[in-house]
């Protein structure tokens, strides 16, 4: 699928990003990957952490707020992977016509410029916290979700496609619990604060969301919502596995913060299909043509299945806890 092609990453200088980018470069054969984003320093940093592949790489300065410059940087691009995202839900709340700015009306840049630009394909990163939203940040991105499953509709005789993977926090990224748990740890902390005893996480690494972006890539129609299945971990386990015996001190659940994350609804189990290492949400819309745009291989889930990561069937134990988080 990569082989010769054109690849733009909105966000590219982010965690899943440069994940991303370099697996491509590495194992893929792309013609050319081209990172978008507003930060000139970030670029910077990344161009010299990928100068063996200078060859390959271009780097756009530009917002996806600006529907000119999405335009201007989507003329010949075959594919694209849409990362960026206002996604720390503390500032969403307090900034959200900023959120809806580059949630919203970025996606809807990004899908007028992929089908006015013939781009072949793109794939949208979502969030657990677009099902059922409690935040800002969580309804921006289930307005995304919607806008870029049905732009299928708007493609006409284009090629584009339009689809969705959705995940929740990536262990290890900048604003997860292990990075804040591991300063403390290292700082001598002998308590970790932890919001509610009762809170439980899905666990996926950006190697992991980087397959599964790559698999949406490679056999998605248009459409659909990919959805890992990775395992679910109680907080406090995570905090006894990164500092045995520490007291644990329950401070409160924040503001726009769940107790458990969600990525598929009951609602969704009519049209949701489960195959060997994931789900997919197929669109229930009338331009749906199943026998052209289904996957083989998968079987309806139960009418009253949903996917919460505290009614997950695999939680990790603290002794995997204790290994996985110290990869990351």
């Not at 990569?2 to 470069?25: E, H, N």
Request: proline share 3%.
């Amino acid at each position: 699928m990569f082989s010769d092609k054109t690849i733009l990453v909105t966000g590219g200088t982010g965690s899943f990003g440069k994940v991303f980018t370099r697996y491509i470069l590495e194992n893929c054969n792309p013609k050319k990957v081209i990172i978008y984003s507003r930060d000139e320093y970030k670029q910077y940093v990344m161009q010299e952490e990928f100068s063996s592949f200078s060859g390959r790489m271009r780097f756009f300065i530009g917002d996806v707020r600006d529907r000119e410059r999405m335009y201007r940087a989507l003329d010949g691009v075959d594919v694209v992977v849409h990362a960026a995202a206002l996604k720390q839900v503390p500032a969403a709340e307090y900034n959200p016509l900023e959120a809806i700015k580059t949630n919203i009306y970025g996606a809807q840049n990004i899908i007028d410029a992929a089908i006015d630009r013939n781009v072949d394909k793109v794939i949208a990163l979502s969030t657990d916290k677009a099902v059922h939203p409690v935040n800002l940040y969580g309804a921006t991105k289930l307005v995304s979700d919607k806008l870029f499953t049905s732009a299928n509709a708007y493609s006409g005789s284009k090629r584009t496609t339009f689809s969705v993977v959705r995940y929740g926090n990536v262990a290890g990224s900048r604003g997860s619990v292990i990075p804040f748990f591991r300063r403390l740890v290292d700082s001598g902390a002998r308590e970790l604060p932890i919001t509610d005893f009762r809170m439980t996480r899905f666990w996926i690494t950006l190697e992991q969301g980087v397959q599964m972006v790559i698999r949406a890539i490679n056999e998605s129609k248009g459409g659909e919502i990919y959805v890992a299945k990775i395992p679910s971990f109680r907080v406090t386990d995570l905090a006894e596995a990164m500092l045995p015996e520490a007291e644990q001190k329950e401070i409160g659940i924040r503001e726009g913060e769940k107790l458990h994350e969600e990525m598929i609804t009951m609602e969704d189990s009519r049209t949701t299909y489960e195959y060997d290492n994931y789900f997919i949400i197929y669109p229930n819309f009338n331009w749906w043509d199943n026998a052209k745009h289904f996957t083989p291989g998968g079987a309806l889930v139960d009418p009253e299945f949903h996917y919460k990561s505290d009614t997950n069937e695999h939680f990790l134990t603290i002794e995997e806890l204790r290994s996985w988080s110290g990869r990351v």
